[in-house]
């Protein structure tokens, strides 16, 4: 059974940082494309940041324009885990933040190309 469980969200002050993980189980995180998703009160949910399986030549990751320079995505193999570390966060960061894993070698923007997902942890970023 696949799990997603995403941890270390939290409230934090504009310009903190955060960094949020997802440990994975049923899975080897390593072997399949991995990324980051956030929906905020009232709006769909968007991409953040992905990340290709380790066998993937070409782009390895990939991020949405607003996050590009303040966010990192990583993976941790040997943990089976995957890292966002968030930096200058903004008040408009402030969402619930959800890991996702696809069957793909590479990453997709699209919330559909993905088959498992995580519960999702709060982050608050006050002004």
């Known amino acids: 059974q696949v799990r997603l469980v995403e941890s270390g969200g939290g409230l934090v002050q504009t310009g903190g940082s955060l960094r949020v993980s997802c440990a994975a189980s049923?899975?080897?995180?390593?072997?399949?494309?991995m990324g980051w998703f956030r929906q905020a009160p009232g709006k769909e949910r968007e991409f953040v940041a992905g990340?290709?399986?380790?066998?993937?030549?070409?782009?390895?990751?990939e991020y949405v324009n607003s996050v590009k320079g303040r966010f990192t995505i990583s993976r941790d193999n040997a943990k089976n885990t995957l890292y966002l570390q968030m930096n200058s966060l903004k008040p408009e960061d402030t969402a619930v933040y959800y890991c996702?894993?696809?069957?793909?070698?590479?990453?997709?923007?699209?919330?559909?190309?993905?088959?498992?997902w995580g519960q999702g942890t709060q982050v608050t970023v006050s002004s």
């Open positions: 996702a894993a696809r069957r793909y070698q590479s990453t997709s923007t699209s919330a559909a190309a993905y088959s498992y």
């Open positions: 990340v290709a399986s380790i066998s993937w030549t070409g782009r390895t990751t």
């Open positions: 049923g899975l080897t995180a390593s072997s399949l494309a």
